[in-house]
């Protein structure tokens, strides 16, 4: 089956750039995602990026995927305090969606 | 309703006991996905329901563990003869297809003592 791995934490300094990578097997995922999941709270949607895009801005946030290497991440810029929560890499598979173990963000201020 | 909607919210039951855990998903919503959240394990997908389609079934980790959608709408998670490894919150999802948004509901959190 489809693989998304991810590493489980990261830390970094309120104010700096958090960058969170991922990388999947599934070379025919059509769409890749972000999900965030705050303490105690569901995931939701953050961004996604379509298969034939490398780079994909929204505000603080950019998405660069590299097809070939099957890399994913996201970029936030002037981490705050309220980014720290767990972030999920997912794909689209042929008929399914595949999560990574996502990875816990810890802002420090 | 609004969203999805999980109940319920948390359940404690004894080693040995079967539970149902329930998921209605968002009205229109074909595709109704199930996870299994552990602490340190990450997003473990279940089972995947699309329509009128076979449920793709493939991640649920024993027989014990089971799942209907009647009426392409609420969905019932059963897990018989609970072991204390099936701790864990359990997440339903459902979206308008598998390319689509998923939205999830805040979970179940099953503990077996």
């Known amino acids: 089956g489809e693989d998304v791995e991810q590493s489980l934490f990261l830390s970094v300094r309120e104010g700096d750039s958090s960058v969170i990578n991922c990388t999947y097997t599934?070379?025919?995922?059509?769409?890749l995602y972000w999900y965030k999941q705050e303490p105690g709270a569901g995931l939701q949607l953050l961004t996604y990026i379509f298969s034939n895009m490398d780079m994909k801005q929204d505000q603080r946030l950019t998405v660069l995927l590299n097809k070939k290497d099957k890399h994913l991440s996201l970029r936030i810029a002037d981490t705050q305090t309220g980014d720290s929560a767990i972030y999920f890499c997912a794909e689209s598979g042929a008929n399914n969606l595949f999560f990574g173990t996502g990875t816990r963000l810890t802002v420090i201020p | 309703g609004a969203g999805v909607s999980q109940s319920p919210s948390n359940k404690v039951t004894e080693k040995g006991k079967d539970v149902e855990l329930r998921c209605d998903p968002i009205?229109?919503?074909?595709?109704l996905y199930w996870y299994r959240q552990s602490l340190g394990q990450g997003l473990e997908f279940l089972i995947y329901?699309?329509?009128?389609?076979?449920?793709?079934k493939s991640g649920l980790p024993s027989d014990r563990f089971s799942a209907e959608r009647t009426g392409g709408s609420v969905s019932t998670l059963t897990i018989q003869r609970t072991q204390q490894e099936d701790s864990a919150v359990y997440l339903c999802a459902s979206s308008l297809g598998v390319f689509t948004e998923a939205f999830f509901g805040q979970g179940t959190r099953l503990t077996v003592v």
């Open positions: 599934d070379s025919s995922s059509t769409y």
């Open positions: 329901f699309q329509g009128n389609s076979a449920p793709d």
């Open positions: 009205s229109g919503h074909t595709a």
